[in-house]
């Protein structure tokens, strides 16, 4: 990346996997952070904490005061079986903590130049066979419901003199955090095999990416709108699951069929299957048009970089 100039940052939610990841780079850089949350994060953090309730803008408000940027990355998790209190909790988790940073950001009398807004590329739903640029429709479910919702909210609650800037984003593959743990814990018991039909697309993004991404939002100019936020070339499940077998060394993957998955997510796991049942191609035009050089591109090669990753640190 060029060289840039950022002091202060709030991190709006930051205590997860990608806040903590985006801290910490801007910690290196020589930046000033806050995190904004409802809970400490466990262990070592990065940046100071705030206590935050997700939804309103009492008690941390004067945080954004002179700030550079505010990235609100706040958010029910989706991994968890779909019931009505935690559908409901998802949404309002989004929508209620975006309203919460606006109303923070009036009472600002220097606010943030940029809100860097989390979004979700699952806002295209499910489509089997189409490719999804940022001009693409929302699609139908839960999913694209919730993200439309939220970029709503942010167009309703960000003032005009604030840069806005909206990061649909896809499957982050990290060495501690998302899913790919647990993809690569199961690959080394052998059960690394395709996910039910195997043809559900996975779009996917190393994290140094999505951490070079947000750092762009930040300090260029020009970013402003949605930005698909996923690697350019978007693979299946089938062939997802073949990488990372390669980059463990794995000859063998017993393959998960769409029956056992469900099964194994209501009475085990408590989790969502249809998030390994179903996918999106997407495309990051926006990226791509406006010159972002992408540090991986090629899956192989990203899923050694993270495993090497994983094995340093133990």
């Known amino acids: 990346m060029t060289e840039i100039n950022i002091n202060r940052v709030i991190i709006a939610g930051g205590t997860g996997f990608l806040g903590q990841a985006l801290a910490r780079r801007l910690t290196d850089l020589g930046a000033s952070v806050t995190v904004v949350a409802r809970h400490r994060p466990k262990g070592k953090y990065f940046g100071t904490w705030a206590g935050w309730d997700g939804r309103t803008a009492e008690g941390w408000a004067h945080s954004l005061e002179g700030a550079d940027a505010v990235v609100n990355l706040a958010g029910r998790s989706v991994d968890c079986r779909k019931t009505p209190d935690r559908c409901d909790e998802i949404l309002r988790s ?3 903590s975006v309203h919460a940073v606006g109303e923070a950001l009036t009472q600002c009398t220097s606010p943030p130049r940029v809100w860097v807004q989390a979004s979700t590329a699952h806002i295209y739903g499910d489509p089997v066979d189409a490719i999804c640029d940022e001009q693409a429709p929302s699609g139908y479910g839960l999913a694209p419901f919730v993200g439309t919702r939220w970029e709503a909210e942010l167009d309703q609650a960000c003032p005009a003199d604030v840069r806005k800037v909206v990061l649909r984003t ?3 593959l990290g060495k501690t955090g998302g899913a790919f743990p647990v993809l690569a814990r199961l690959a080394w018991l052998g059960l690394g095999g395709k996910l039910g039909s195997g043809k559900q697309w996975i779009s996917w993004l190393h994290i140094d990416d999505m951490v070079n991404i947000l750092l762009r939002s930040i300090s260029e100019q020009t970013m402003q709108g949605v930005y698909n ?3 350019p070339h978007a693979v299946t499940n089938a062939s997802f699951m073949a990488a990372l077998r390669r980059a463990l060394n794995m000859p063998l993957g017993l393959p998960s069929p769409g029956w056992l998955i469900r099964l194994g997510a209501a009475t085990l796991i408590d989790t969502d299957p249809e998030l390994a ?3 999106r191609r997407i495309v990051p035009a926006r990226l791509l048009r406006e010159g972002y050089v992408f540090a991986h591109t090629d899956l192989d090669k990203a899923l050694a ?7 340093q640190a133990a």
């Not at 970089?305 to 094995?311: E, F, M, V, W």
């Open 94 to 96: 989004r929508v209620d």
């Open 170 to 172: 896809s499957f982050v």
């Open 229 to 231: 936020v996923t690697a």
């Open 277 to 279: 049942l179903y996918g």
């Open 305 to 311: 970089d993270l495993i090497a990753k994983q094995r």
